[in-house]
């Protein structure tokens, strides 16, 4: 707020704003000067006075600032004039300073020539000039020179451009020469390039046809195909599941059994068309019962059933990694001291043209228990292959050496105790090779695959040739030499052995094909038992439990620990007062006969009251001090036993009691009892 008293305002130019003005008309004005700090009547003191007043004001403020600017002007000219008057003193004073502090180049007079000295070298100058063009003949002589020089120069510089044209010309050439090889080279590329996708497509459009003539031409093999990895994957399944659910035990398998390096392994491995597993000659090789899946298809490949890895079968590298792989299972098989184990490696071979069906080959049958073996060794081996054969339904290939005497044979005896009319044996004769070389009486072998001299009947009658006694020869190898070896054989020649009963192919299509009727008739049947049985089970069950629906094994768990666990809770409801009294009595029952026995009698010998009170007083002290406490914990143990019993027997009464879990919680409850224990 800017009030002034009147002869102030007049004394000094003051701006009173108009606002100022307004805001303080009708107001008390008794108030200080702002000027002069007297308290006055101030300048304003209503509406007219200030209209007056800010008009004067506003006129007196455009004088006032004319007035301000022309003394802000001269203001500035004597600041510009002062600064300049004073900036020069500053000036000439600094450069006087720097002057000063430059260093003395007095010396430096002696050793330049002066102005005059200058003028007499350059007079000496020019008259040598003078006197040099008018020599005669130097300065041509000089130019001549030069010019032959500068001549020299042209021609150099003239065969070097020459020379680098031609430099380019020829690169040139060779560029051109590299482009032209590429080009062909990429053309023969392309030519080859469609050459091979041809070629490619041609494989593929083939092999598609050979699938789909497959699949024309038999649709039931088709059906065989997706229907083995079933089958596989169902024998896996039970074996996996409970080892007391036999089922599995009856669906079929090809089972290969035979005396010991008869030759089984090598006989599954023809069929499986690759040397999958370890190898060695005079010793067991095979020490656990090993289950192959054989199926067609495109690659040739094997898989352990429950590892990832496949081995592609036409490496001989990954071949061998997996004959390793199998010793390594078979010796963990066989470990804790044992020689043979029951253990079963499961693992699948697929490839070209492989016959569809599941076989397990299993260790040797022998007859003498050698030092390095366990001493149940032989029992082991014959209760595995009786296990194993014992299926109704396994197709028994029982193999048997050609090459050794058959009176040494031991498994014809076990085939034809478990399968005494043949209906599902495939005899199959070994190293027919070696057998027509140690040959004295050629009928004797006809007499064999006829079926007449062992003690054992079979569906079929077999020759082959599976190995050759080397243990690195491929499968290639043995498959040539036994082809090799019957269409040059004298037994095939002589008709001792008939075509249809030669080879490793014969066989294994005869086996597939036994196998598949075995797996349809058997299928069939087990599909009917099992109808069969499921309805007896349901029936039973409505019978048996009327009030319960079907449950499956985990709801049934589940039932039965509800109901355990309610029990113990109905116990835990029993009253202190209860369980006083029930042990109590219980006590009583147990200590009631020792304490008259043993404490009150003998001291009412005496006929002293008080040695009677003293006697009786000593002895229960001793009682209850070393035998009443174990006695009491004994006691009610047994009576929460006694009364856990009770509560069960009591629900058992009831009219919806189903007794189905009855064994169960008086099982649990033994169970508890053994394993209670109590705290030290
Ligand atoms: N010459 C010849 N040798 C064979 C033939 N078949 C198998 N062998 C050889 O006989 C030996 C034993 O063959 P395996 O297939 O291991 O016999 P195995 O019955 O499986 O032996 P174990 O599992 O130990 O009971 C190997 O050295 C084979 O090379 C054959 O037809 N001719
Ligand atoms: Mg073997």
Redesign the pocket.
Known sequence: MYLFCKSCLNSEIQVITRRHLLSNVGTNWQKRCLSCHAFRPLLVNNRKNAKNLMLYSIHKRNMFTAVRLLRSVLKIRYIIVGSAVGGGLQASRKYEEWKESLPKFEWIKDLVPDNGQMGAIMSNLMAMRDKLTAEDGLMSKLNANANQKIELLKQWIEEAKEQQQQRDQSSGDEKARIQRLQDELITVQLKYQKEIERLEKENRNLKKTVLLRGKQNNSVRKVKKSLIDLYSEVLDELSDYDSNYKTQDHLPRVIVV??????????L?MIAGARI?P???G????RSPVKVTLKEGPYHTARFKDSSREFDLTKQSELADLRREVEIRMKSCVKNGRTVSSDVIAMTVEGPGIQRMVLV?L??IISTVTTEMAEDTRDAIKAITKTYMSNPNAIILC?QD??VDAERSIVTDIVSQMDPNGKRTIFVL?????AEQNMTNPSRLQKILDGKLFPMKALGYFA????????D?TIQAIKEY?SQFFSNSKLCKTGILNGSQCTTQSLSLAVSECFWKMVKASVEQQADAFKATRFNLETEWKNSFPRLRELDRDELFEKAKGEILDEIVNLSQLSPVYWEEVISKKLWERVGFYVFEQIYLPAAQTSDSGTFNTQVDIRLKQWADQTLPNKSVDVGFQTLQEEFNRLIEKNKSLKEHDNIFDFLKISVAEESIKRHSWET
Do not use: C, H, W, Y
């Open positions: 035979g005396d010991q390096s008869s030759g089984k392994t090598s006989v491995e597993f190898r060695g000659a010793e067991m090789m095979t080959d260790p040797g193999i050609g090459s070994t190293k027919v090779d070696l082959v040739v599976t190995g050759r006694g080397n243990r020869d036994e």
